[in-house]
């Protein structure tokens, strides 16, 4: 099992680029999420979903869209990117809320 | 509202004496409390989790953590540390519905010889 996988792991993107971030996990888990880490922060939640065709906003989801159109992938979309959106985005998934989190390698995004 | 809070952003200890990360959280309902542990350039890794039972519960590379409920507490143990324990050390809860899982904002552990 490959667990779950991050792409791309760096990017540098121009303010007012649009990206997405790919997620895809392989253990067959109902629970996704998306965060992002910035220094003395934590992690963030942005985006989660419980299952496919289901998701729902967390503490920090402006400037951000996803989808969950299967339940291997999670992508999250950056139509518009700005400066503030600078950032580590780690993707996570797990078996339900009970059971513990798989987090991916990370992606660090860098808008000039 | 969820929320965790870790009151220190540093802790330093030396090898071979016990350890303590704290780790208070808000939460409506039952509470799942997580810890996760973060070396440099890597993603979190899961150490241990209490979702209902015994309130000392045991993890990954001898780490223990304690539920408190009146105290509504979390903290995360090691009764000798190693200078490879030295690292980012999270702690999370989900909220009663279990879909959200809220993070502290780190607590960086050393460990020096």
């Known amino acids: 099992n490959a667990g779950v996988t991050q792409t791309p792991k760096f990017q540098v993107l121009k303010t007012g680029q649009s990206m997405t971030l790919q997620c895809a996990q392989d253990?067959?888990?109902?629970?996704m999420s998306w965060y992002r880490q910035d220094p003395g922060m934590g992690l963030r939640l942005i985006h989660y979903?419980?299952?496919?065709?289901?998701?729902d906003q967390g503490e920090v989801p402006n400037g951000y869209n996803v989808s969950r159109s299967t339940t291997e992938d999670f992508p999250l979309r950056l139509l518009s990117a700005a400066p503030s959106q600078t950032s580590v985005y780690f993707c996570?998934?797990?078996?339900?809320?009970?059971?513990?989190?798989?987090f991916g390698q990370g992606t660090r995004l860098t808008v000039v | 509202a969820q929320s965790v809070a870790q009151p220190e952003d540093q802790v330093n200890v030396a090898e071979g004496n016990p350890l303590t990360v704290k780790c208070t959280y808000s939460?409506?309902?039952?509470?799942?409390l997580f810890w996760y542990v973060q070396y440099p350039n890597r993603g979190l890794q899961f150490l241990l989790k209490y979702i209902t039972g015994d309130n000392l519960v045991k993890g990954s590379y001898g780490f223990e953590a304690e539920f408190n409920k009146s105290q509504t507490s979390f903290h995360l143990k090691k009764p000798s540390a190693l200078v490879s324990d030295s690292a980012l050390y999270f702690c999370?809860?989900?909220?009663?519905?279990?879909?959200?899982?809220?993070f502290g904002r780190g607590t960086q552990l050393t460990v020096w010889p």
């Open positions: 999370a809860v989900r909220d009663s519905s279990a879909r959200r899982l809220y």
């Open positions: 253990m067959n888990h109902e629970y």
């Open positions: 939460v409506s309902g039952n509470p799942y």
């Open positions: 996570a998934s797990s078996y339900r809320g009970t059971t513990e989190a798989f």
């Open positions: 979903s419980v299952g496919a065709g289901i998701t």
